[in-house]
């Protein structure tokens, strides 16, 4: 279910903020540009998956 995937993506986001924040990670270029643009991915992913949840409801709405 889309509700489904937008739980995960929320919470994926939240724990590579978390490693964003690590000292670990932002001073190691490699890491950082890694956890980045997985961080970038998801936040994309997760955009997506609200706009696509928006239209579904959109739909429903239109049918009542």
């Known amino acids: 279910k889309i509700e489904d995937q937008i739980q995960d993506l929320e919470r994926r986001k939240a724990e590579l903020e978390q490693e964003l ?3 670990e990670v932002y001073t190691n270029v490699s890491k950082l540009k ?3 643009a997985d961080f970038d991915k998801v936040s994309s ?5 609200n706009a696509r949840w928006e239209e579904i409801a959109s739909s429903i709405d239109r049918l009542s």
């Not at 992913?45 to 998956?49: I, N, Y």
């Open 21 to 23: 924040a690590k000292s």
């Open 34 to 36: 890694s956890t980045k």
């Open 45 to 49: 992913d997760l955009a997506e998956a």
